[in-house]
């Protein structure tokens, strides 16, 4: 006989709990059969995405290099025939352990809506029926943000990366030899880093609506989140000035709309205090 769900009001802490842990059971259900699929799609999944920026004819080395030649640098550090580092694996289970992990990885990217999905079973029980409505698309918005950081943090920040590291030589005498282990947490960091910083707007929404976060406040404190952008962006980038910058001005934008977001949300509490009371 199929167990009925209590109402989240009439469920005691256990029953909480035994709900969650059937909600990240399927969660990581979801990530294991999209890590599944990426195991078995080595060649596309190695070839043509995790090794697609080492290529010199890559997207975004083409790109910045016609850019480049239009404002009259000849010699740009983005147009070059092949990068100068090779990718070795110098463990005997290397290749088949980065193989799992860049599954995983790329099960957990593809899984992430589901993922959110079940996030949004579980806590949407605790709220009112008219804040279930008004988020209706949290899940669409959500995973619209997250795929927009992947996909800047793998055209973007991942090539601005291989380029700056896979070209810099403190001398000649020294081979930039890079073992694949290391190649691959470079661009899982860019991207998965990316992906989360992306949800700003969202993270800043639920905080408002908790009453933790408001709009002045994020205003009062913007000079510090920048900072803590251009930290975020060193970290995430090589250290050049220009790489920090491009990356740093989306996030600052994301931030920018958070405030937006948080204003419209602190509106529509104080029109429900109103009404409340009237």
Avoid at 8 to 32: G, K, N, P
Avoid at 57 to 63: A, N, P
Avoid at 194 to 215: R, S
Wanted: hydrophobic share 50%.
């Amino acid at each position: 006989m199929a167990k009925v769900k209590k109402p989240a009001e009439e469920m005691s802490f256990l029953d909480h709990l035994e709900d969650l842990r059937w909600h990240l059971i399927r969660a990581t259900l979801a990530v294991v059969i999209a890590g599944t699929a990426a195991f078995l799609a080595k060649g596309f999944v190695f070839d043509v995405l995790l090794f697609g920026p080492t290529n010199a004819d890559f997207f975004t080395y083409d790109i910045l290099c016609r850019l480049s030649r239009l404002v009259g640098i000849e010699e740009g550090g983005f147009c070059f025939d092949e990068m100068p580092f090779t990718l070795q694996s110098r463990t005997m289970g290397g290749q088949f352990s980065a193989h799992v992990w860049t599954s995983i990885t790329a099960g957990f990217i593809v899984a992430f809506p589901y993922i959110i999905y079940e996030f949004w079973k579980f806590i949407s029980p605790a709220m009112y029926t008219n804040e279930r409505n008004t988020a209706r698309g949290f899940i669409f918005i959500s995973s619209l943000l997250f795929f927009l950081g992947v996909l800047f943090g793998y055209y973007l920040v991942t090539p601005l990366s291989i380029n700056f590291l896979g070209k810099y030589q403190v001398s000649e005498v020294v081979l930039n030899e890079f073992d694949i282990g290391s190649y691959i947490s470079l661009v899982r960091s860019s991207v998965i880093a990316c992906g989360l910083i992306f949800e700003l707007p969202i993270i800043i929404y639920f905080l408002t609506k908790i009453g933790l976060v408001t709009p002045e406040f994020l205003r009062k404190y913007r000079k510090f989140a920048l900072v803590i952008v251009l930290i975020l962006s060193a970290i995430i980038t090589p250290p050049d000035i220009l790489s920090q910058i491009i990356v740093a001005i989306p996030v600052l934008v994301l931030y920018e709309v958070s405030i937006m977001i948080a204003r419209i949300v602190t509106r529509k509490e104080e029109r429900k205090l109103k009404k409340q009371k009237q």
